[in-house]
Nanobody, 124 residues
Framework: QVQLVESGGGLVQAGGSLRLSCAASGRTFSSYRMGWFRQAPGKEREFVATIRWSGGSTYYADSVKGRFTISRDNAKNTVYLQMNSLKPEDTAIYFC?????????????????WGQGTQVTVSS
C-alpha cells in the first residue's frame, strides 16, 4: 500500500523559505512520477511541480518557476519542495502525489496516490 506523508509546512514571512518533504513508502517508485499540488481556501487544487523518480526530469507551474525547486533522494525515498521568495499568494495546503508512469501531467486526476497535506501560511 502506497503511503505519502508530507511534513515541513508552517508560518513564514513573505520573502522567506520553507522546505517540504514527502516520505514515500509501500512501493518501488522508480517508474513513478511525483508531484506537488496546492489548494487555497475556496480555490481548486492546482499543480505546483513534478519530478520523475528515475532520471529526475522536472516541470513547474509558471507561478513558482524560479522560486521553487523539486528534488528527490532515492536513498531516503523522499521528495522535497524547496520554496524560496515566498509570497502571501503561496498560502495553501500543499499535497504530495504519485502516479505510475513517466509522462508529465499537471492534472490532479492523473495522480493515483495522495498525502494528507501540510499547511503553508505566508504572512505579508
Amino acid at each position: 500500500q502506497v503511503q505519502l506523508v508530507e511534513s515541513g509546512g508552517g508560518l513564514v514571512q513573505a520573502g522567506g523559505s520553507l522546505r517540504l518533504s514527502c516520505a514515500a513508502s509501500g512501493r518501488t517508485f522508480s517508474s513513478y512520477r511525483m508531484g506537488w499540488f496546492r489548494q487555497a481556501p475556496g480555490k481548486e487544487r492546482e499543480f505546483v511541480a513534478t519530478i520523475r523518480w528515475s532520471g529526475g526530469s522536472t516541470y513547474y507551474a509558471d507561478s513558482v518557476k524560479g522560486r521553487f525547486t523539486i528534488s528527490r533522494d532515492n536513498a531516503k525515498n523522499t521528495v522535497y519542495l524547496q520554496m524560496n521568495s515566498l509570497k502571501p499568494e503561496d498560502t495553501a495546503i500543499y499535497f504530495c502525489a504519485a502516479r505510475q508512469g513517466v509522462i508529465i501531467t499537471t492534472n490532479s486526476y492523473d495522480y493515483d496516490y495522495w498525502g494528507q497535506g501540510t499547511q503553508v501560511t505566508v504572512s505579508s
